[in-house]
């Protein structure tokens, strides 16, 4: 089989994190296989016509750096290429929508990781409604007095933008919290942002779990602790990985999840799991990839190529 020619979208360069970032991983994998690596950013994306293009730079890594040098832009035709990794972090706003317009344009034979149609269609925090059962005890508004008389009712939730990552603008609010009107006017922008309440989880004072899932099938995993004084697990918000041990329940639960992800052909996901529940799936740009490679000394990156290089063949 030819080298396969990838193309990454991803944030600007200079905004990753090079140690953590898991595009990156995957970039250096697929070179170190002899394919063709480009990247852009949304700004490089555009219609000529019916053809989706991008202005893209090929990525080399020269010896022992951590993050890619760029070499000249090239205007590139996607649908010539093999696969597409959309790895653009949210928020998820107009801009991302637009986007996915753009890559709905490639033909079928452009493996994309993950489609643009799967990306648009649903949201990371609303996914596990697809799986009854799953999900805490959830709100989704804009109005003010749905949320105050969701907290009302359950006594403390966690209040999340629907749009954004990373435990950005993420609180826990109590119902005697003299600043809730402050904190629900600020996470709604004065009701015009729709956020998700959901019934806080005590539990995850212990952390989360992050599981990668990759074709439907478990690849990895990791427990991420909150740092003191914190209930966000996130890793940007100051998380630290752990090891951890999956339960018979934790893999009953993405068997589930892995089978809807199949049917939606969402390739590569990250799954947050507290004790019976998931909170969210990240299906825009799954991370801990690194941290989990860091745990267990495995190269998780290779499977991932792996699989894409089958899929590709295929």
Not at 61 to 85: C, H, S
Not at 254 to 262: K, M, T, Y
Request: net charge negative; with cysteine.
């Amino acid at each position: 089989m030819p080298a396969l020619t990838a193309v990454f979208i991803i944030d600007p360069p200079e905004r990753l994190d090079p140690p953590t970032d898991t595009s990156l991983a995957l970039m250096r994998e697929s070179l170190r296989r002899g394919q063709q690596v480009y990247y852009c950013t949304l700004s490089e994306l555009h219609l000529d016509g019916e053809a989706p293009m991008a202005r893209v730079r090929p990525v080399v890594f020269p010896p022992g750096a951590e993050l890619f040098t760029a070499g000249e832009e090239r205007e590139l035709e996607l649908a010539t290429i093999d696969v597409l990794y959309m790895r653009k972090d949210p928020p998820v706003d107009a801009a991302y929508l637009h986007a996915t317009y753009i890559l709905d344009r490639l033909p079928s034979r452009v493996l994309q990781v993950n489609p643009a149609q799967a990306l648009r269609r649903h949201c990371e925090k609303l996914i596990p409604l697809h799986l009854p059962g799953l999900l805490p005890e959830t709100i989704v508004s804009r109005a003010a007095r749905d949320l105050n008389d969701f907290l009302d009712r359950i006594g403390q939730i966690v209040l999340k933008p629907l749009d954004d990552c990373s435990g950005r603008g993420i609180f826990s609010l109590t119902r005697d919290d003299p600043n809730r009107r402050t904190l629900i006017e600020q996470v709604t922008a004065n009701g015009t942002r729709f956020v998700q309440g959901q019934r806080f989880l005590p539990e995850i004072a212990e952390g989360d779990k992050r599981v990668l899932l990759l074709g439907g099938e478990i690849l990895g995993w990791l427990r991420r602790v909150p740092a003191a004084g914190d209930f966000r697990s996130n890793v940007n918000a100051g998380g630290r990985c752990l090891p951890c041990e999956l339960t018979d329940s934790d893999r009953a639960i993405c068997a589930r999840l892995g089978a809807w992800l199949s049917g939606e052909e969402i390739h590569l996901a990250g799954a947050d799991l507290v004790g019976e529940h998931v909170l969210e799936v990240n299906i825009t740009s799954p991370s801990c990839l690194r941290e989990m490679d860091e745990l267990t000394g495995e190269r998780l990156e290779r499977k991932i190529i792996d699989y894409v290089e089958r899929r590709c063949r295929s």
